[in-house]
């Protein structure tokens, strides 16, 4: 039997803090906001962030997002965001998000995965020790596999590199996950992102940075598309490891501008 009490619904503004040069919700705030619906999710289950770091010296981390987009809301539109966990796999969980317009319509549904680690040592926590359900999870909305990412990027799929300033850090005093996705966003110039729509993305955080580190950033076009107009792989490293990988899938013309554009590096 479904517990309704894990399902966290919530309406949701789309402000001008939310929107990109699409004057709709942006991509990478798309996620902030699918972020922050399962925060609210979480807290009202008892088991955020707070709570953990309180009382089990433990915070959550979020590996993985998959998101899909039917459309985009506009500015100034109320969108209804329903958040809730699917499934609780003992070292992980997975929670979906789906986004709602006024109609009632399903225009964006989203899979996060997310884990918890230890403060004292950073190694993963069953989630069996912890005040986290283990039952009655909702049915899945949006249940697609996570992709394996090519990790042989050459040093000519090098787009360009960025410093990790202050501005980029938050509570855990490393690189907030939002601003990876806008840093791998930069391999699109604006007039692309505003002719094309994006269909789907998935990012996965696979490491950490500090402030003064150095992030290169590579870029790659997959030869075989699928369904999708364009898929693009971004991957991003820090001396010889990988932080954070990314693959944005592009499936048409923007009702804005169908006009061609040119390509990004």
Known sequence: MVDESLIFETKRNISSAFIDSSVRLGIAQAVLMTQDNLTECFGA???DGVVYRQEHNAFWVFTKTKMHFERRPDWRDVVTVRTFPVDNAGMR??????FFDASGTQIISANQEAC??????????????????????PPAVFGEPFERFPADFREEERAFEQVVRSCHIDMSSHMNNIEYIKLAL???????????????????YTGESKEGQTLAVYCRDAADCGRF?????????????????????????????????RRAP
């Open 93 to 98: 969980t997975h929670v979906n998000t789906a």
């Open 116 to 137: 918890v680690l230890s403060l004292a040592n950073h190694r993963p926590l069953r989630l069996s020790d912890l005040p986290y359900p283990k039952e009655g999870f």
């Open 229 to 261: 107009a364009r898929k693009t792989f971004v991957h991003i490293r820090e001396g010889g490891r990988c932080v954070f990988e990314s693959c944005f899938c592009f499936s048409r013309c923007s009702r804005f501008d169908c006009r061609s554009s």
């Open 186 to 204: 930069c391999v699109f110039p604006d007039d692309y992102l505003r002719s094309h729509e994006l269909s789907d993305l998935e990012v996965h």
């Open 45 to 47: 289950m008892k088991c």
